[in-house]
């Protein structure tokens, strides 16, 4: 496993045990995250975007675990193939969604997330084919 993979490998993990400082470690202190998903649908970045994305996410969603289909190499990007399962703070209502990451590496740390509700659109924006 690459290295790179590796560290996305291990985002999935920090995430899914809810490991605030394992996760700041993949990350570096300027990355940028970008995310479709309605709730959040914007982009992170600038002051402490991983803390300001961690916070919302921990607003909205009472639980929130991360099963990982497939993470790959492409050409300068790792991809994630994964499904989040949420619940819903206020509503308890249980949310699943079939999530695409393209994922950009600087310096062994993950520098760029970007999510994708469409598969195919993650895979033309990255690149790659499945």
Do not use: Q
């Not at 994630?80 to 990451?101: H, K, P, Q, W």
């Amino acid at each position: 496993m690459s290295r790179d993979v590796e560290i996305v490998r291990r985002s999935f993990e920090a995430w899914n045990e809810g490991d605030v400082p394992a996760i700041r470690r993949c990350y570096t202190e300027d990355a940028v995250i970008e995310t479709p998903i309605t709730e959040f649908g914007r982009t992170f970045e600038g002051d402490d975007p991983l803390g300001r994305w961690i916070r919302e996410m921990r607003e909205t969603w009472a639980e929130v675990s991360w099963e990982v289909e497939r993470i790959f190499e492409g050409d300068g990007v790792v991809v994630s193939f994964y499904r989040s399962v949420s619940t819903g703070r206020a509503s308890g209502i249980e949310v699943v969604r079939d999530l695409t990451g393209v994922h950009h590496i600087r310096d062994g740390l993950i520098a760029r997330d970007r999510v994708f509700l469409d598969r195919d659109e993650a895979l033309k924006a990255a690149g790659v084919s499945a």
